[in-house]
């Protein structure tokens, strides 16, 4: 049985990770969505959350923040194709704080979607879930 699967990261600006994995988590439109080699086929939409990348014996390799995007699987390839890609380590804690609290008393509609993305940013830095397999 094969132990990686082909999996390409895309963003609006470039092609962000590209490598034979062993396993991808990313949050699906209706729930975390785990993808392993021979997967069968599937697109879904993406909601705000981390995408976590292992590698053949499930250990954590990198770990990204997704704002939004759809995902396609099929046995040998995994796609995603995010709106916003950040590498988790990369966010500053203290920055999304701070964006939250200036928006939050905002009512148009793209403020709130901002703040709601904030929010799942902060999520995101304090979850712990899927650090072991």
Known sequence: MEKTINFDLVSPESLIFSEQVGMIIVSGKDGD???LPRHSKLISSLRPGRLMIYDENKKLIKSFFV???FIE???EKCIVLAEEVSELSALNKSEIEKQMNDLKN???VEAKQ???IAVSKIEALNSKYYEKI
Request: aromatic share 6%; glycine share 14%; no cysteine.
């Open 33 to 35: 969505i785990g993808v």
């Open 67 to 69: 704002s939004a995007g």
């Open 73 to 75: 699987i099929n046995p």
């Open 106 to 108: 905002e009512s148009n």
């Open 114 to 116: 901002k703040y709601l």
